[in-house]
């Protein structure tokens, strides 16, 4: 078991077990690495995987505006699929869905990270984030986290955050990591750092990567299958001692509904601060 006198161990090594688990199970010694990598993570961090057999409300939430469609499983998808719509209702703050966890179980302080694996049918007059929120004013209803990705500005009531943002509605088309932090961190201002020139095909599944270590938080951006091209952004503003959650917002921007569809979510962090 790794050793935690290193603050960054847990995010080390979940990178460790994420290279190993690109090997294939029948490369001789590096198999048994892998094997043994993967028996020794679970001990080291929690981990949770949710492959969406099922939309689990004991753990989710999900909402939408008038029109949209919240996130649900799709019967019958092979090795399980959850999916939402933006709808065709006439006003645009109506087609937007949120889905996110019951409870701030997550930090920087414990090296808390995600990944998602999502696809969307058209990437025109689209809008979406994905990463961690504390909280703001109407989470309950889908309100924008991130309504100008430009200059950008957060939600009210929204104090930390780290997320992977895209607006095409905006003068910058790509994705961008948007920060903001409490407790007067450098990055206490709403803050973006852009994802190279990063946008997803349509109907063409892509991972987004964020993880949180301390007060600062990486994201990296690829589409399927792993060994794409991938971007990455470093970047300073979420306070690490405040718990967040994960959440997944999309929207549509015009009246021609878009459907996004999540095959995965896996989440990380280490158990406790050492």
Known sequence: ?????????????????????????????????????????????????????????????????TGATAFAATADAQSGIIAAASGTNGTEANRMVNLYTVGRKWSGDLYAGMEVLLKVSAITDIQFVVGFIDTHDTLTTPVAVVPDIDTPTFASGLGDAAVVAMDTGETLKTMALCTIGSGGLAGATAAKVDLGTFAPTADTYFRIRIQLIQNRVEAKVWTEPYGAPVFEADAVGIEGGTAVRPIIQIAGLSQTSRTWTIDEIELWQDRRTF
Not at 50 to 58: A, E, I, M, S
Request: no cysteine; charged share 25%.
């Open 1 to 65: 078991m790794p050793s935690y006198s290193d603050k960054f161990a847990a995010e080390r090594y979940w990178r460790t077990v994420k290279g190993l688990e690109q090997v294939p199970e029948s490369s001789g010694p590096r198999s048994l690495s892998r094997a043994m990598m993967m028996q020794l993570a679970p001990a080291s961090f929690f981990r949770f995987h949710d492959d969406f057999v099922k939309l689990d409300t004991g753990i989710w939430t999900t909402n939408a505006g």
